[in-house]
C-alpha cells in the first residue's frame, strides 16, 4: 500500500449524518421565513440540473439532457425544460459595495489611518493633500455625493460627529442590519465560499484549503462567553491586519480575474441538559482541533 489518502468521493451513506447536521441550520430558518418544502425542492431541482450541466461536462462532448438525467435523477423532461435557465444569484446591493469599500479604505492605514492602521477621526473637508471624509470616499468612488455617504452612515449609526466636528468612525467593519438584504448577500456568500473550501477539501480537489476550528465542550456560561468575547477581539484584530495588507499589495497587483476571502466565525451553543444528566468524563474537557 502506498500510504497515501483515498481521493475518491465519499460513498453517498456517509454523507447522510454530515449533511443533515449541516442542513439543519438551514431549515430552522426556512421554516421560520416561509419557504415550504414543495418550494426548496423546486429550487434543488434547479440548482441540481445547473450544476450537473455546468459542471460535470465531459470534455469536448456537449452535455445532453440523458446525462444530466443519469447524473441527478431527474425526467429527462424536467432537465430539458430547466437546462439553461441558470443558477440563481445574487447580486451585490450597490450600497452594500460602496459601504464595504470606502470602510475597508478606512481601514486599510494611512492617510486615514495611523501608523498602527487604527483609523484616524476625519474631518469632513480637508485642504487638498490632507486626508477628510470628502477624499476617503472620492479615494473609492466619485459616483456618489460624500455628504449622501455620510447622511446615511450617520443614520445607521455607522459613525458619529466627535469633537472639532470631525467624523468618527463607530464600527470597525460594515455591520449589516439583520435580516436586511445587505446582511442576507453576505449570509450567501460567505457561507458558499466556506463550504466551498470544505468540499474541494473532502473531494481533494487540489492543496487543501485552511478550514479549522478550536473547541471546546463541557464549559460552564461564564466560561463560554468569555471565549466568545475573547475570540471576537482576536478575530477582529486579524481581519484588520489583513485588510491593512491587501489593500497596500493592491497597489502594485496587475489585477486579473481571481478573488480572495478570508472569512471568521464565532459561535457558542448551551445545550439543554437531559433529564437526568450523566457528567461528561474528564477527558472530555479537552482541547480539540480540526
Not at 447580486?91 to 486599510?108: G, H
Amino acid at each position: 500500500m502506498s500510504g497515501e489518502p483515498d481521493a475518491s468521493p465519499p460513498d453517498a451513506s456517509r454523507l447522510r449524518t454530515p449533511l443533515a447536521r449541516l442542513l439543519r441550520p438551514l431549515v430552522r430558518l426556512m421554516i421560520r421565513s416561509g419557504v415550504t418544502f414543495p418550494a426548496i425542492c423546486n429550487l434543488l431541482r434547479e440548482l441540481y440540473v445547473n450544476v450537473a450541466e455546468n459542471d460535470f461536462a465531459l470534455a469536448r462532448k456537449e452535455q445532453t439532457d440523458s446525462r444530466v438525467s443519469l447524473l441527478t435523477g431527474i425526467h429527462r423532461k424536467e432537465v430539458s425544460r430547466l437546462r439553461g435557465a441558470g443558477a440563481p444569484l445574487n447580486a451585490v446591493p450597490v450600497a452594500l459595495s460602496q459601504t464595504s469599500r470606502i470602510m475597508a479604505r478606512w481601514l486599510a492605514g494611512q492617510p486615514f489611518g495611523d501608523a498602527s492602521g487604527q483609523p484616524i477621526d476625519l474631518p469632513r473637508i480637508a485642504d487638498k493633500g490632507k486626508p477628510s471624509f470628502e477624499s476617503l470616499v472620492a479615494s473609492v468612488t466619485r459616483d456618489v455625493r460624500p455628504r449622501a455617504v455620510l447622511d446615511d452612515w450617520l443614520d445607521r449609526k455607522l459613525v458619529a460627529i466627535g469633537p472639532d466636528d470631525a467624523i468618527v468612525l463607530l464600527r470597525a467593519g460594515h455591520v449589516p442590519q439583520a435580516g436586511s438584504d445587505q446582511q442576507l448577500y453576505y449570509f450567501g456568500r460567505n457561507i458558499h465560499d466556506h463550504m466551498a473550501a470544505a468540499v474541494a477539501n473532502v473531494l481533494a480537489e487540489g492543496p487543501p484549503f485552511l478550514e479549522r476550528a478550536v473547541h471546546y465542550d463541557g464549559l460552564s456560561g461564564d466560561l463560554a462567553r468569555h471565549l466568545e468575547r475573547r475570540s471576537r477581539e482576536v478575530a477582529l484584530a486579524a481581519l484588520q491586519t489583513l485588510n491593512i495588507e491587501a489593500h497596500a499589495a493592491c497597489a502594485t497587483d496587475p489585477g486579473g480575474t481571481a478573488r480572495w476571502n478570508f472569512g471568521l466565525y464565532v459561535m457558542i451553543e448551551d445545550k439543554t441538559p437531559s433529564p437526568e444528566p450523566t457528567p461528561p468524563p474528564a477527558a472530555s474537557r479537552r482541547e480539540q482541533r480540526r
